[in-house]
């Protein structure tokens, strides 16, 4: 059987991490941003992970995904649940992990055609 690699050119995908940045194809970012199969947007998480308010998980519901990825910068840190209770309640999960490991899963849940959000800290 042959198998070929199916890839849609116009996804979203990391493409590269290192300390203080993320690329998404091809293209570094210093900043936090959040980023989606379909876009890449500065607009989120600017006030740093001490900074976020339910107001930014909030941001998170009109993009209907299944799982947001919040990557915490270079290590792993956690929020309070109650800054993503809208999004529990809507039945999205919320998983915290650092920017690298991020940048993997998320790959991954792409290629499985998954509803996925990638929201990254600035270290």
Not at 8 to 31: D, L, P
Not at 68 to 79: E, I, N, P, S
Not at 83 to 92: D, K, M, Q, S, V
């Amino acid at each position: 059987m042959k198998l070929n690699l199916v890839s849609n050119a116009s996804q979203k995908i990391f493409t590269g991490h290192g300390s203080g940045y993320v690329a998404v194809n091809g293209e570094r970012h210093a900043g936090s941003l959040v980023v989606t199969p379909d876009a890449v947007r500065p607009d989120w998480g600017q006030g740093g992970l001490t900074g976020l308010t339910e107001a930014d998980f909030d941001y998170f519901l009109a993009l209907t995904p299944e799982v947001v990825l919040l990557g915490t910068g270079a290590r792993q840190q956690f929020v309070h649940p109650r800054l993503y209770r809208a999004l529990t309640a809507a039945r999205i999960g919320v998983e915290c992990m650092d920017n690298a490991a991020v940048c993997r899963t998320y790959n991954i849940l792409v290629a499985e055609d998954r509803r996925v959000v990638a929201a990254i800290l600035a270290d």
